[in-house]
Nanobody
Framework: QVQLVESGGGSVQPGGSLRLSCVAS?????MGWIRQAPGKEREWIAS???????TYSDSVKGRFTISQDSAKNTLYLRMNSLKLEDTGMYYC????????????WGQGTQVTVSS
């Protein structure tokens, strides 16, 4: 079992920036961020594997940057140029074998973009 704890959410105006963090209790192959806006389904937005290969959804590409500090088992999401539609609960997720699905999930951290 891998425990994931997110932090760094908050409220920001459109165009602002935030950085999310997620600490994992053990080593994993792949970690990612998934968000859920009010009334909508969960949306995968970015992943990074143990080789530091990153992938992004089109909705955040060019604005968000996923990174990791393997020595600290910590995942980051730098979010720039935030939009109203980026509002939602952001979940950290991880898996020991795949990037196509995640076996472990954090509790989530809220991001609110409003003017």
């Amino acid at each position: 079992q891998v425990q994931l704890v997110e932090s760094g959410g908050g409220s920001v105006q459109p165009g602002g920036s935030l950085r999310l963090s997620c600490v994992a209790s053990g080593r994993v192959y792949c970690m990612g961020w998934i968000r859920q806006a009010p009334g909508k389904e969960r949306e995968w937005i970015a992943s990074v594997d143990t080789y530091n290969t990153t992938t992004y959804s089109d909705s955040v590409k060019g604005r968000f940057t996923i990174s990791q500090d393997s020595a600290k088992n910590t995942l980051y999401l730098r979010m720039n140029s935030l939009k109203l539609e980026d509002t939602g609960m952001y979940y950290c997720a991880a898996d020991r074998d795949y990037c196509s699905r995640f076996a472990y999930w954090g509790q989530g951290t809220q991001v609110t973009v409003s003017s």
